[in-house]
Structures are given as C-alpha cells and as structure tokens.
C-alpha cells in the first residue's frame, strides 16, 4: 500500500492529522437549532459543566477555550505574576511547541529543566530551584508538567503524588498540561480526575482525541478562578458561539467518548511498537505508556520513509522519530507501514 | 407568539446567537474524511487561500485564526512596537468589548477618539492626533475603524477613500475591523475588497454571519505579513484543525454565502425598523445601514421588554436598545416584536 | 534682563529643569565613603526607611525606585492584572506622558475620564464605571489620582475623603500619584501623610523638588506590597548603589527640605501669577494651588515668548502656557518675565 | 585586621558595593549650576553624545539609562519582537539575575546554552538554534553575550569575531552586555570598541567602576535605533535630570577614568588570586582576566568566611566562591583576607 500525501488515507504525523469522530459531528449537528445566547449563557454549556463537574469534581471550575495552547497560556496567566516562574520539563509543550506565547501572554519566567524521559521529580525541582529566593531572580510559584508527557510517558499514580507533596510543601501551585490526559487515565486503567492527580489546574484536552476544537481549562482548586471569566476573554480564549465547543465536550464526556477513542489509539500504538519491533528489530526509546512510539532509526533512514509516510523526525541527527497513533488508526496502515520502514532500514 | 428563553425561537440579542447555516455544516461533513496535515497544511486550506487571494487581490496573504478579537489583536501585533498607537472611535470593540486584550497582548495605547456615529474622520483623527510627536507621547502609528461600525453605520467609499489618503500622507497603517464587511459590502453594494476600501489589513469575520466560529486576517498590504506566521501562534489564534476553519472559508467566499446571509439579515433590519416605527412610532437613532437597528425606548420598558425577548440594552439610562437581525431572523418574529414592543411603550 | 538659553540663569519651563539642592549635594558626599552593601541593604536605606516609616505611618511600605513614572507603572503592576482597569483623569501622566509604558509592561486598561481641573470626583467615577461588570470589559480594580495634578490644582482634604470612601464602598484600590506631593502638602498646611488623603498606594517624588534622581513607592496599605521586592527588579527599577537614592531622601525627609523647597516655589508661583496679571492683565487659567501657572495668551505670542523664555506651550491653538516655578527661582526672574510677556502681548 | 560589616572599610562582595569616585564627584558638582533642559537637551548630554561618538563610532547613537537592566532590557526591546528569541549562556545576566524582566518586558524568549566558562562559542549556538525554523517555535533572531562574562572570563579578539561571522552569516543580531566592558577592554589591552568587537548594540556600564549611577545603550548599528527615543521612555529608562548622568559619563570617557579604574580592580583580582593562592593553596576556578576571582574552598569554609568578609558563595554545595574587586580595593585588604581564608580553611 503507497502513501498518498494527496489523496489521504491516514498516517503516523499527529493525532491532530486525525478527521472529527461521526459521534461528534452529530453532536455538532443536534446543537445546530435556533438561537443560543452568545459566550456560555446556553443550555449546551450549562451541561458541558455539569458533566466536567461531575468528572473533576463539584467545586471544579471548568472553562472552554479554543486549543491547548490557549489552555495552558490561560493556566500561567491565572496563577503567575510577571516577576514569578514556573518550573517545566525542558521537552514541555509551553517551553517548546508554543512560539514563547507563555512569556509574551503572562510575561514570567520559565524554569525548563531536562529529564530522562519527560518526566519531572521531586528531586529534579529540588536542585533546580534550590538557589532561588532572591529578589534578583524570578519567585517560583508553579510547576507544570504534561501528563502523558511529550515523549509518551505517563506519571505513575505514586509520581504524581510525591510532586504533590513536593509542591506543596514549598507552596506551588500544580499545573497538569492534559492535552492528551485520556490517553494517559485509559493507560493507568484510572479515571481523568486520578490521571491529572494533585493537579491544582488542568488543561483538558480532547482535539488530539477525536474533536473537531476546544479545549478546557479546569481549575480544581477554585480559589484560582477568581477573575477566570475576565481573563479568557483577555487572552482571546472566549469562544462567542461557545454551544459549539460545549456539545463537543458533552458527548466526549457524557457518552465515554473519551474512553473508547483514547483506549483505540493506545491500543494501535502498542500494535505499532511490537510490530516495528518484529518487522525490523527496533524497539522503542522510551516506553509505550500511551499513543507515542518514539524509535531510533539509522538518520539516512528518516527522510526517505518520511516522504511516503508523514511523520515528524524527533532529532535529525540522533535519527529518533516520532509515531503517533490516533482514534481511526487502522491495522493494515500499521502493517504496511511496520513492513515499508524495515525495507527501508534493511536498504539503509 | 410568546418568546421562549430556554426553548428559543430566535431573538434579537445579536447575530452570533444564530446557528450555523446548513451549507457550512455540510462543509464540515465533506472535510471531515481522513488525515490532514495540521496547522494549515492541507488541502481545504489551499483552497480557502486561493478563494482569499481571489477576494482580496493576488498580493494579498491571509490568516485563518480563532475569532474576531484574536484578527483584532493580530492585527495590532502585527503592525505596533510597544511604544505606538492606534487611533480608534470610542465605541471601537478593541476599545470597549475586549477586555483590554489590545493593551495585554500588544502593549500599544489606543488613542479612543469619540464620534457622533462610531466614524471617524480625518478631521477628528487630525485634531486627536496633533499634540503627538515627543518621545513622552506613544507614536500614532496605525488607525483603526470598523466596517460597518459598532452603531451599524456603514462608510462610504469616498468616506474610506478620505481616510486612506490621511492615513498615507501621515504615513499611518489603516486597519479594518471587518466582523461584520459582509454587511457592509452588501449595504454598498460593493464587492468585500471595495467595502474595505484603503485598508492595509483586514479583520474579516463570518461567524456572525453564518459560520460557526473562524475568522480571517487578511493583509492587504503584504509587507505587513513578515513573522506573521510565527505571531498567529504567538498570540494563540493558530489552530491544529485547520482544516475545518478553512472549508467553512470555502463555502463563505467560493459558495456566496457571505452575500446571501448578509443581504437577509439587512433586509431583515429595515423590515424591523419599519415595523418599530409603524407600530410604535419609534424611529431609528442611527441609520439602519446593515443589520442592527439601535432605537430610543422609554427607559423603564427596556427591562420588561428584554424579558419576553432577550437582547441587550446599549445604553440603560438612556433608554438605548440595539436589535440586531441574522441570517435566520423570520418575518413572524419581527411582525410578534414589534408588537409587543408597541404594547410595552404605549403601556409605559 | 535678557534670556541667554546656553548661559542659563533660570526659567519657568518645568521644576526638573532646576539644579539639585545643596543640602542633597552634601548629602551624596556624606554617604559616599567605604562599602555598602547592593540594593537596599545599608545602613542609608535603613534609615530613609525610618523617615518613610515616620512620615507615611509605621505600617506604610517604601520602596525607593529611579523616578516617578517607575513609580507610577511599579504601583499599577502591584495591583493590577492584565483583565483589570485603572480609571484616571485624562490629563494624567500616566495617561498622557509615560509614553505607553503602563500599557507595555502592566498590559491593563487605562480609563481615561475628561475633567474641567484634572480632577477626579465620585459622580464623573460613578458615571465613566457604570458600563462595567462584563467579562467583555476589562474590570475597574483601581483609581489613580495625581495630586497635584497635572493643572497645578490640588484636592481639598474633603475631596480627598469623598474619593477615599467611594473606593472602598466599590472595592476600588485608591493610588495617588505625587511627584509634587510636597507641594500639594504645604498649599494644605497638611503633612504629607494628610495631603495623599486616603490613598492606599503613592507615588512620593522629589526629583522636582530640589533633589537628583530617586523617588518612592510608598505602600500605605502593607498588603498590596506583597512580591514588591521582586516586582520592583522585575520593572528595572532597583538601583545597586541604592544608598546614593537613600541619603538624598533622609536629606529631603529628615531635614525638612520638602516642605522648604515646595513653600519657596509655590510662593514664587503666586508672585508669577501675580506679577503677570499687574504687568499684562492676564488672569490664571486655573487656580495657582501649588508651583504652576497656566494662562491663556494670545496664541501668536507663544513662540516669540519661548524663544527669550523657554517654557511649553500646553495647548497651542488654546494659547495655553504653563509656566512652573522651582525652589530656586529668583524674584527678578519674575519680575522679567512679566515684563517681557507684557510687551509681547501689547505688541501682538 | 578585623572585618567590621557596620563601619566598613572594603570587601568583596561586589564591585557594585565600592563607593562613588572622586572625580565623578567633581563632575556633579560641577554640573550642578542653573537650569538644565529635561531630558536630554542639554549642554552635558551633548558632551557625553559626542564622547560616545568618539569612543564607539561616529554613526553610532548612545542613550543613556538608569542601569545595566535597563539597558539589556531596552536592547531586547529595540531588536525583538516577541514571536522571537535571544540566544545566551546559562550564566547570562539577563538569564539568571534580572527577576525575568526581559520576559516580562519584551516578551521574548530567551534560549538560554549552557557553558563552561561563561563564553557562548559558534559551536554551541549552531547546536542550540538547529531545531529552530517552524512557526511552532520562536524565531531566533538575536545572540547576546557578556564581555567579560558573568564568570570573570574574557572574550578575545579572536572569539569575538568568529561569533560575529557566524550572526552575520545567520542574520542574527549580536549584543553585548558590557556592564564591566571597561575590565574587558584593559584586559586586552584594546580600545572599549575593540572589546566590544562586532556588536550590533552594547550595553555599556560604569556604575561598576566608579560611577554613581547610570549606564548606556550604545547602538553600533544605527539602523536599529529607530524608535530608540520612545522606547527608552517605554520601558521606564528616560532621566528628566539626564545632565547628571550626562556629566559622569563625560568624566569616565574624557578624562579616562573607565581606563584607570578598571586596570586598579584588574590588578587588585590578580593580586589577589595570587595571595590566596600563596597563603592557602587554592587555585582560580576560573581563569582572572577581569575583577574577579572564583575559587573553590571547602563549602563548610563558605559561611564562617562570609560572616567577617562580606561576600556571596556562587555554589553553595560545590563550595564555589566570586571575590570581586573594585577600584578602591586596596593592599593590605587583599592581605588581611587571604590570611582570614588560610586560617579558615586549614581550620576546616
């Protein structure tokens, strides 16, 4: 089977390559009747929340945003002053994927710092932020880490309580970046509440997941909403016609969409990893928590097997690429393309 | 015919409380099959860049972003240093209906300048903009109107063309906030790129007419659009599924659907003005040029009026009402309007 | 006497054209021996600290900064955040003179308010807030009042209360800014405590006063100053040789020259006044409070005037001078330039 | 000869904790007559203009602000857009020691490279700037460097200029932070322009050298000094009494005192790397080219040391020190102290 870039069956670039799910589009379409008031004030929104309350809890605060870079900018900016910091992997989504939108939105400092495998620690944040106090550096006041994390790895359920306790014991607010949370509770067999742990905020994410847009940025501590309201609009996150976004969110959370989406591409992946592994003797870098394989393949390899099927090499040099499976990954794509990258790697 | 908030008919709140127009929801179904590269390079959005650039002339580059304000706010951010000003009428919604997005996210002053009818002029800009020039003043660098305005006037092409030649003799960049140029341009009779007259770049919006949620950024004067690549994700208006944003674009421009919408909901406002007036001898406080009808009431029937039909009282004291009409606003439900409207004023 | 630009004797253009005071001179010698520690923690700072302490209330918060619109913008982006709004009168300097810095670096709303005398009242509050609540508008958290102001009029103690009990009544947080407090507070034979009135936060100044650079934030209200350490780097205004900003403040606090310095200025004010009212029949725009006079004069004498005496013309087509006495301006300057503005002005 | 912290003598904590030079002294009394206009037009800020324009270049354009932050920040400000990034060591003061103003203020990112010494070499930049290219990312448009280094080291002639071949080649914008630029340029015994090598833009500092306060940002490049004017009132650095800045730079460039005190504090470093290294032992971490000498002492020796001898340990676990000198350091402080560490850390 050749790739046709063209004419386009499905590849391993992006979840966010995906098509809208059918149960989405109805849902779309079931809300598309007469007038709704403008920016929230309409029965679809009223349900969106009482479902994200239902799942994140009644005192939950939740708001719908346009994406999760909008999400996670929202995050900083209800928490940080301008001459405060937040502590981040040095492969996290604010740090690297989002064109500094977090230092020109909210203005504070970003404390990146590497890892092994995406994930932060206790003991990392320690050394990281130990010279810190003085006025003549930024005040850490928040960590965020990405749960699953960029690399594919998921923070264990004890993880994530010890960054619990970690922060807060030195008084920092705990920011979840859950662009991809569903992938990361279906793989701890846990519910979205558990996966994002002692998350003080979370942005939830669902257009990686089967919508068509939207996000939410859910406060779990509510205290931290105050002014919430203003601050979405003030970030151009406010959505006028939000029903739209808040249909969406009803059928992901109502009808277990997020479950049955993120439980079929995590299922691919782990399909994708073993069968890379067999056709070509490749395993992965790190391991295959979620929907990511990440796998180290001679560089001369990479550009060539990238042109017939769309991916995104990870580190050029290292020949580490990136896989990614989404909720309509089929298995004969993952045949095809397990057997087109060992021709590959075998001629290379 | 009794109006029902939570089992709505339509009203006359705004044209962003409409649903979408068919055509648009079938434009999303056609898209919604297999992968597309995220972030614009795809197919759908191809094509919408093509029906732009037929639209906007061949030099023009376009912007696909989240909503009005985010075109807004690009829009300063493309053009303004920090230490530089945009002249705009007071009424302007980047003046009053952004939440200070404007300011946060750009930076820049915003010169707000009062108008009789939300216009501005060169003589008003000439004699706001005189005392400028010391480094103790922001620099006026750029002017903001919008098309029609926020009081559903509409200017002329000469009025337009008055503006584009101060603002090059002052050597000051011309922006048109478009949310609503589909109106105007049908109100004119003119095509989009006539109705936006001597714009350097445009904010050029669909969801109050039709659409679901997208607008445009459209840079008449390409030179402006250097690093604006970078800054659509930079002040978070850049969306992964592009491609939904891109055919609702299709359907607008390539389908007509921008002309059709925009000449029913003006039409819809001058059968609601004349109705007012013949009902309830209530006459128009500006010209009903599009599709908004702003009319003077006897303060204490606002409230009671807004009961039974839900839209938004401009000016409280007053007695300012603003009742906007929508591609989908029905004959019955302006003749049921103005009725009660008149059985409210003569009651008061 | 003749006006000699390059060989200067004195003018009325502005009160930081004046030279430093003595006393502040021999206050810079006096601290300038040995070591002392980096950015406050010397024993000048400590002292300065008590004079503020004793001056502005033991539980009040200075912070030295390096002038008064670092003061302005430092008090702002203490309190507000970037979907908040501060309400000021039009002619304030951080409105019309800071060249859009509160805009850059605190990214909120200034409200601009027309007034007849530069100042701010309940009602034109009550009136310019009354639109507010939305979370489409940028939320009023803030007053900043200058006193005096810009116009050279000061508010009565009366006034000031009447402000003070409508801030708390809206929740508003009240900011005085006082680049020429001294002067407000000798006019009201007031402390300067009781010339700030009810503010909660002020800008304290000195530079205009007889002193070289350095001015103060002073935190009436210690809860607002939580982060003002780092806010104050964080803003550029934390000096490292902070004890030369220290010793000109104990000078100007502990030995009385404010009140010194501000009699002699405004006493040469009212003599200005009054010997351009015997000399030439012009009356002051604006009741002369403090160390300015404004006047109305034939438009066409503003330039010739300003070339033998330079000064700035405030509104040129208005033929609106201000003139600005310092603590070093002599009787016969005075006495010249009412005669020379005679001449003139019979002449033209 | 005992350390006493409240009637000192020296010590080594910084060189910004030296008292003010006589000679600069001189010169504010000096320009301590009549009136002045504000801001810059004045007969003592011609005088600096054309000493700066002397020293760096007659095209080049100076603007004198109130510190070193101010001036790397205004730096930023004048090149960045916020959609891009500045390059710089770990180590850089505008990374680690500026409570993330450059963040906040310009809103750019700041790709921060990790070094040995302090030096950004091309090596290290090629590496870190590979990924860069995608609107995903900021766009690298900047590299700032520190001469010398925040670490005592010095750039040479050599290395400067293969940094500049490589931004010219990459289009990128170089910036040097000189804030002891006068240590750097005695060090190699070239000319303060020669030191700066290819900069495009200098901050160039002497609050470290005996100035009082005030620093300057000197535009190499003319070309990107447009807008300089506004923006330095923007971002807070604009003095109303600038001569007094004016007059201490026309003393540190007219009468060479940058020369004659950065060779003392030179000299007294190397003398006192070879006292400490005679009377205990211990050797420079890092190599003494500038004023100031990092060593490593047993960490348990760090606090009692610091109790009699002011000064700040740099790594409190690795028990790394920075002793800086400054232009009044004198002999027998270098004596007493080198004894005081032999004894303490034999004691150890």
């Keep these: 089977m050749k790739f046709e870039r063209d004419n386009p069956p499905r590849w391993f670039a992006s979840d966010n390559n995906a098509s809208v799910h059918p149960a989405v589009m109805a849902a779309l379409e079931r809300a598309n009747r007469g007038h709704a008031v403008g920016y929230g004030d309409d029965p679809w929104t009223a349900r969106a929340d009482a479902l994200f309350k239902a799942t994140f809890g009644r005192d ?135 996966a994002a742990g002692p998350a003080d905020l979370l942005s939830f994410g669902g257009t990686k997941n089967g919508l068509m847009y939207g996000e939410a940025l859910v406060f779990l501590d509510p205290a931290l909403a105050a002014g919430a309201g203003h601050l979405r609009k003030n970030v151009l996150q406010l959505a006028s016609k939000l029903r739209y976004i808040s249909a969406q969110y009803s059928a992901y959370l109502g009808e277990g969409l997020w479950k049955e989406n993120a439980a079929r591409s995590n299922a691919a992946a782990r399909r994708l990893a073993r069968a890379v592994e067999e056709a070509a003797g490749i395993e992965p870098a ?63």
């Design 286 to 348: 790190f391991p295959v928590d979620v929907n990511a394989v990440f796998a180290r393949i001679p560089p001369e390899s990479l550009a060539p097997l990238a042109r017939s099927w769309f991916f995104y090499p990870w580190d050029e040099k290292a020949g580490l690429a990136r896989w990614m499976c989404s909720w309509d990954t089929e298995e004969e794509e993952i045949a095809a393309f397990a057997a087109d990258l060992a021709r590959q790697v075998r001629g290379a």
């Design 60 to 194: 939950s605060e939740s708001f719908l945003v346009w994406n999760g870079t909008g999400a996670n900018v929202m995050a900083l900016g209800a928490v940080l002053r301008p001459w405060e910091a937040v502590a981040c992997a040095e492969t996290a989504h604010i740090n690297v994927d989002e064109t500094g939108a977090p230092e020109r939105i909210v203005g504070a400092k970003l404390l990146a710092i590497p890892t092994a495998n995406g994930k932060l620690t206790p003991g990392l944040l320690e050394e990281r932020l130990a010279p810190f106090g003085e006025i003549h550096h930024s005040l850490p006041r928040m960590v965020s880490i990405s749960q699953p994390t960029e690399l594919g790895t998921v923070y264990g359920l004890d993880e994530l309580e010890a960054l619990g306790a970690f922060c807060r014991a030195r008084r920092l607010v705990l920011h979840v970046d859950g662009a991809r949370l569903s992938n990361a509770a279906v793989a701890l067999g846990a519910s979205l509440l558990e």
